[in-house]
């Protein structure tokens, strides 16, 4: 009964706190409280939701069978807009509040709005190395069932909330799904029919195996955590991972997509086949079609990454090692963390079965220290490292701390008493946290924090980053080097041949003196311009519509706009990212 009426007091208390204070200065001045005592337990919430939904589709089998059901259902949407005179553009009717993008979109209030219910994992086809899904799944789940199967993306970016953006298959055939017996462990067919159950890897995802004696099992997935714009996640946006600098960005392991279309109609696309639209797709923000599925290369997964820790003093030295070792094909991982102009951590890791048990480090663990903090550690010291870090914790090591943004958030989010009493509810939803924002945050954040991700040539690192430092000196500098092929599409290097390029991401507040955000970005924006970079779009764009298209190749976009009927149907990709069009 005490501890009963000591909570109440408490709550009590803090109400008449947020009273006396008003809500909005609780909401700016100490977010960390209304995060901790709402957030991560309404983040648990959504958590524990999708984890009922991924049974009941777990227990029906449903997500490859309405698939099929669900993308006619979108066909009938854009007929019906079509026969009531296509008096506005159209959009996803997803909210602009559960994307990962900083902004919620203005256009969602006046566009028709499409709704995409399209969130499963379809296929998983081992013999041609390729996972199908939908729009909509996030690389939680992704990781979660490739993993635990001994598969994984060649490119698999870090936040468990993005999403993918993939293709759907419509003919009267029904689809299985594809998976060789080695994905479960087994050596050779099983003799006769029967039922393998993969453990639940995530808070809510769960995976049926149906086996036979063709080799083919059925598998029906449902998604965790759908937390990004469909239009704009990892396809119809970008994706980067810090295996990038082999296989490129991650609309360069998608081998089909599949849309529908301005008029209604159902399109497949793929290198070799409508290869126009494929190339076009990437970064066009969903202004050419609605996305509703892909197919997606896959590679073997092992158990660890073996990562090498390396602190590098001096500006010269970090970009001659960071590109020394972005060359080299054996490195697996390539990733650095730069703490301010002249000092970094550079880590290079290779997937490996083996592990010496002094040096495991499973790093994705509730309790463990935030890993860009873990990392510093090895700067602080001067010393190299060498870690075995469980696959999918390496590949969600930035998920528990946003990066290092939620440090900003809950300041003291990394102190050991915090992780352990609380770290399992950690992080919040990014879409939780835009949901509660409020206009006079919002305005803050937009003037004192930066949210950004550049790419350059790598032959310009050293300058891209004095750049930065002059025009907005945020720390730590996320830095991922990725290539970039000589292909058609909004984005491509200048020249006829493939390009080592580089992700500079900045993400916290700026320490310029009288920074404004307006003239700073649209000065860093400039520079990326002059070396033929590219900005991330999910990011404030301050460009105008001139400035953008020389940003971006828009030769064989608008000639697909036009010849698909667009520009009555979807807004230009400009008109959706620019900073008017966001608040």
Known sequence: MEPAVSLAVCALLFLLWVRVKGLEFVLIHQRWVFVCLFLLPLSLIFD??????????????????????????????????????????????????????????????????????????LEVDTKKQIVRVEPLVTMGQVTALLTSIGWTLPVLPELDDLTVGEDPILTGKKRHTVLGPELMGLGHPPSSPGIAAIPSVTKSFSLLLACSNDRVFTACCSISEQLKLSEGGLIMGTGIESSSHKYGLFQHICTAYELVLADGSFVRCTPSENSDLFYAVPWSCGTLGFLVAAEIRIIPAKKYVKLRFEPVRGLEAICAKFTHESQRQENHFVEGLLYSLDEAVIMTGVMTDEAEPSKLNSIGNYYKPWFFKHVENYLKTNREGLEYIPLRHYYHRHTRSIFWELQDIIPFGNNPIFRYLFGWMVPPKISLLK?????????????????????????????????????????????????????????????????????????????????????CMRQLEKFVRSVHGFQM?????????????????????HKLREKLGCQDAFPEVYDKICKAARH
């Open 537 to 557: 779009l999910y990011a404030d764009c301050y460009m105008n519509r001139e400035e953008f298209w020389e940003m971006f190749d828009g030769s064989l976009y």
């Open 48 to 121: 524990i939701y999708y984890y009922v939904r991924a049974w009941v589709v777990f227990k029906l089998s449903s997500a490859p069978r309405l698939h099929e059901q669900r993308v006619r259902d979108i066909q009938k949407q854009v007929r019906e807009w079509k026969e009531q005179g296509s008096k506005t553009f159209m959009c996803t009717g997803r909210p602009g509040w559960l994307t990962v993008s900083l902004r919620v979109g203005k256009y969602k209030k006046t566009h028709k709005n499409i709704m995409i219910n399209l969130m499963d994992i």
């Open 435 to 519: 949901l509660t924002q409020g206009e006079t945050l919002r305005k803050l954040y937009e003037q004192h924090h930066v949210v950004q991700d550049m790419l350059v040539p790598m032959k310009c690192l050293q300058q891209a980053l004095h750049t930065f430092q002059n025009d907005i000196h945020v720390y730590p500098i996320w830095l991922c080097p990725f290539i970039l092929p000589s292909q058609p599409g909004l984005v491509h290097p200048k020249g006829n041949e493939a390009e080592l390029y580089i992700d500079i991401g900045a993400y916290g507040e700026p320490r310029v003196k009288h920074f404004e955000a307006r003239s």
